[in-house]
T-cell receptor
Framework: EPEVTQTPSHQVTQMGQEVILRCVPI?????FYWYRQILGQKVEFLVS????????KSEIFDDQFSVERPDGSNFTLKIRSTKLEDSAMYFC?????????????FGPGTRLTVL | AQSVTQLGSHVSVSEGALVLLRCNYS??????LFWYVQYPNQGLQLLLK??????LVKGINGFEAEFKKSETSFHLTKPSAHMSDAAEYFC????????????FGQGTELSVKP
């Protein structure tokens, strides 16, 4: 069964460093998403991506964040200068299309720890 | 604006007992509603979804949910809890725009006692 994969599973970085979180969505999916979950809190939407551009972003997704689909298979989230409060689990998700029955499939997540 | 509220951050049941996890939504348009489960150290797995085809929705692992428009609710139930059901459960509503982002509730942690 096709699945969304994410690497690395755990990333530890120093405050101010850049990190890139990688995702491989399901191959025939057209919509891509990043969400995050700070420990003990609910899952929050960051950004959605379609047709090689951002379709929606949240208030959290400021200039420090960027997304890219560099090669038609990977979908990356970059944080330019990490802050302590960026420590969270980051989930990638993908969806096949706009049909009402199309749910989002989530990856296993990357746990980001900023020291 | 669409939103989801889950009543009860922790629910504890005995093995074999009824599971009831509550979810209320707010939406100005007919919503698409989802329940996801998160097992420890894992990602989110879809349990079931409501897309207006039927008000009673059956999902995986014996779970089901009933959409009640009059109560703006989409509660998740399972007749008999199993130890393996212990997990975090999230209700979500999909914003029906181009992006279709999910708006999640706060989550309910289900504990199952032997």
């Amino acid at each position: 069964e096709p699945e969304v994969t994410q690497t690395p599973s755990h990333q530890v970085t120093q405050m101010g460093q850049e990190v890139i979180l990688r995702c491989v969505p399901i191959s025939n999916h057209l919509y891509f998403y990043w969400y995050r979950q700070i420990l003990g809190q609910k899952v929050e939407f960051l950004v959605s991506f379609y047709n090689n551009e951002i379709s929606e972003k949240s208030e959290i997704f400021d200039d420090q964040f960027s997304v890219e689909r560099p090669d038609g298979s990977n979908f990356t989230l970059k944080i330019r200068s990490t802050k302590l409060e960026d420590s969270a689990m980051y989930f990638c998700a993908s969806r096949e299309g706009t049909g009402s029955v199309n749910e989002q499939f989530f990856g296993p997540g990357t746990r980001l720890t900023v020291l | 604006a669409q939103s989801v509220t889950q009543l009860g951050s922790h629910v504890s049941v005995s093995e074999g007992a009824l599971v009831l996890l509550r979810c209320n939504y707010s939406s100005s348009v007919p919503p698409y509603l989802f329940w996801y489960v998160q097992y420890p150290n894992q990602g989110l797995q879809l349990l079931l979804k409501y897309t207006s085809a039927a008000t009673l929705v059956k999902g995986i692992n014996g779970f089901e949910a009933e959409f009640k428009k009059s109560e703006t609710s989409f509660h998740l139930t399972k007749p008999s809890a199993h130890m393996s059901d212990a997990a975090e459960y999230f209700c979500a509503v999909r914003k029906d725009n181009q992006g279709g982002k999910l708006i999640f509730g706060q989550g309910t942690e289900l504990s199952v006692k032997p």
